[in-house]
């Protein structure tokens, strides 16, 4: 008879809320509010990319891929994510015990989320749709002009990478329960859409430090 060793802990789950929705659609304004709350840490994928380490093992094979214009492959974007919320915790910063973790950006496709459901304990999931492809469009120029980054506004490149959110994102939707799925209209005022997810998580009961 085998006897399991004490000694080798289950993987640690972060309790998870993920903030979904197509480009535009407000998901890093809603991550970020709720990040300064006690008791939620927001990561967003473009945070890991920032923080990256170009001297590791696994920044070098980043910049391998982002030096040449190409897509970082699924498995080197969920390692450094780990390595990310590793250090947060590490740091103090992410609280697993107590803290939950809100999430936009990341998983971005059904093939991420299989390589991080061993580590995220999914709670809620809020889809931020957005009826208006207009509004899209006009928030995601508008953006892109604030931030200095014209490539962006071309109306190709918008279209694209909208494209690419229905073809490969989207899907992802499916994978979850609907229970867990609150869809929430993101063409209104941002104000609106906070007031409805902090609703949504009072109504949860969820136990927040």
């Known amino acids: 008879m085998i006897t399991k060793d004490p000694s080798l802990k ?13 480009p535009g659609s407000g998901k ?4 970020k509010t709720l990040g300064t709350i006690p008791g939620f840490f927001h990561c967003a994928c473009g945070d890991v990319f920032r923080s990256l380490d170009t001297s590791t093992r696994i920044g070098q094979a980043f ?12 498995e080197i974007t969920v390692e450094l994510w780990k390595v990310q ?18 999430l936009d950006g990341i998983p ?19 889809h931020l749709t957005s009826p208006s492809r207009e509004e899209l469009y006009r928030r995601l120029k508008q953006r892109a002009v604030k931030d200095n980054r014209l490539d962006d506004a071309n109306e190709q490149v918008i279209k694209q990478r909208l494209e690419t959110y229905e073809e490969e994102s ?12 609150k869809e929430i209209d993101s063409t209104q005022p941002p104000i609106r859409v906070l007031h409805e997810i902090i ?3 009072l109504s949860l009961k969820l136990s927040i430090a």
């Open 10 to 22: 289950a993987p640690l789950k972060y309790k998870a809320i993920l903030i979904f929705g197509a």
């Open 28 to 31: 890093g304004t809603q991550g």
């Open 63 to 74: 910049l391998e891929y982002s030096g040449k214009g190409e897509l970082v492959p699924d």
């Open 85 to 102: 919320i590793k250090s947060k915790v590490e740091g103090h910063f992410l609280k697993p015990d107590k803290d939950y973790l809100i």
């Open 108 to 126: 971005r496709n059904i093939n991420q989320f299989h390589l991080m459901k061993d580590s995220i304990n999914v709670v809620a999931l809020f």
């Open 170 to 181: 989207k899907p992802l939707l499916a994978h979850f329960p609907k229970k867990l799925i």
């Open 199 to 201: 609703n949504t998580i």
